[in-house]
């Protein structure tokens, strides 16, 4: 079964496909929150273990960091409906696993014997193992939203009142302008 996961660890199942996602009652995956559409989304199954989204009536759908209209979503993804961001889990079967072949087993030391690596022929001193560090998984990337996105909904209120207020005082000053202009020539 497929699974919406939330920032705070919920985990959300689809029981079934196609299915609807919004914050409406009525829909069949409910994500309960205000800047999400009563019917944002449908989902449906598609191939190769993918799950297929397709957003509904103008609503915003993030797929990482693009917007989309439709897509194609696999185990990890990051789904954003409105400010709600979801990682799609696959079921297990859907999920590869690693080859017992493939898979690393136990680290064993160098022989004491046999061929030494270049360097350490070349020195007459053992070679030194170099260890790799571990690199942090890269952040999560956020869905576009500033003064130029399209979605002014995706702003939080105080950026949006700042908008308004900053295209209020350029109204008034264009009116000013005019009717000084309008006033000289006059």
Do not use: C, Y
Request: hydrophobic residues 45%.
């Amino acid at each position: 079964m497929w699974r919406l996961r939330t920032a705070k660890g919920q985990s959300i199942p689809i029981r079934r496909l196609p299915a609807s996602l919004g914050s409406d009652r009525a829909a069949d995956v409910v994500i309960p929150h205000p800047s999400v559409a009563g019917r944002h989304a449908r989902l449906a199954a598609g191939p190769d273990a993918t799950l297929l989204i397709e957003a509904e009536d103008g609503a915003v759908v993030g797929l990482g960091t693009r917007r989309i209209s439709n897509g194609r979503l696999k185990h990890d993804d990051v789904l954003v409906l409105g400010r709600v961001r979801l990682t799609v889990e696959a079921p297990q079967a859907a999920v590869d696993p690693v080859p017992a072949d493939l898979e690393p087993g136990p680290q064993r030391p160098p022989p004491a014997h046999g061929p030494r690596p270049r360097a350490a022929r070349r020195s007459g001193r053992p070679a030194q193992a170099t260890t790799t560090a571990r690199r942090r998984p890269a952040p999560a990337p956020r869905p576009a939203a500033g003064l130029f996105s399209t979605d002014l909904s995706q702003l939080p209120w105080t950026r949006r009142l700042a908008l308004i207020a900053a295209l209020a005082l350029v109204a008034g000053g264009l009116a000013w302008g005019i009717a000084w202009i309008v006033g000289a020539s006059g």
